[in-house]
């Protein structure tokens, strides 16, 4: 897969994100309007998950051993440089809003988060899944919001070009953990017959 078609798979994933967000947090509106940080630290660690995912399900794909192909280590940065071209562009629009008329509104079902104009609207919900990390109006938090899509881009696909997985160990224990216990119980039934 070349970097313009990984690029295009953040972007689809980012927009996956997005309606996941609104439909983890809707339901949960009272909870939401309680403590806000609780669901968007959850919607922010699945957004983190699905992203770091497809890219080390690409980097995995990439290093198979396949006779005059080299990873491009390149690749993950080109489609990270790919998939902040809208958030930029964005992060731009809002920067320089010349909106004519002063918007107030209180977002969603977050208390206390304003929207100030139509293109701080907009990157909210692009950005949705760390809306409450964003607070209301801080150009320098919708910067930040930026780089975790490419930081969790590239730390995916250079740990799926080396087929780490970071929850294997766990995965081990649970697994030979059962089958020891599931060997046992059966090895204990042979020596009562």
């Known amino acids: 897969m070349n970097y313009k078609k990984f ?14 967000a609104f439909a983890i947090t809707l339901p949960l509106w009272r909870l939401s309007s309680s403590n806000p940080y609780i669901t968007t630290t959850i919607t922010s660690i699945i957004y983190a ?20 192909y080299e990873v491009d280590y390149m690749k993950p940065v080109k489609a ?21 008329v002063e918007v107030r509104l209180e977002i969603f079902i977050y208390n ?10 907009i990157y909210k919900i692009y950005y949705f899944p760390f809306e409450m990390f964003m607070g209301a109006g801080n150009l320098f938090l919708y910067l930040l919001c930026i780089f975790p899509t490419a930081i969790f881009t590239i ?3 250079f740990a799926g070009t080396k087929s780490f997985r970071a929850l294997a160990p766990l995965y081990n224990m649970i697994v030979y953990k059962n089958s020891k216990r599931f060997n ?7 020596k009562k017959k």
Do not use: T
């Open 49 to 68: 998950y699905v992203i770091y995912s497809v890219a080390w399900s690409i980097g995995e794909k990439d290093a198979r051993n396949l006779p005059g």
């Open 184 to 190: 046992n119980k059966q090895n204990g039934e042979r």
């Open 80 to 100: 990270s440089v790919i998939s902040a071209i809208l958030p930029c562009l964005l992060y731009a629009l809002r920067a320089i809003d010349f909106s004519p």
């Open 155 to 157: 730390l995916g696909y």
């Open 112 to 121: 206390g988060n304003v929207v100030s104009s139509l293109m701080d609207l």
């Open 7 to 20: 690029g295009l798979r953040i972007y689809l994933y980012h927009f996956i994100c997005v309606i996941a």
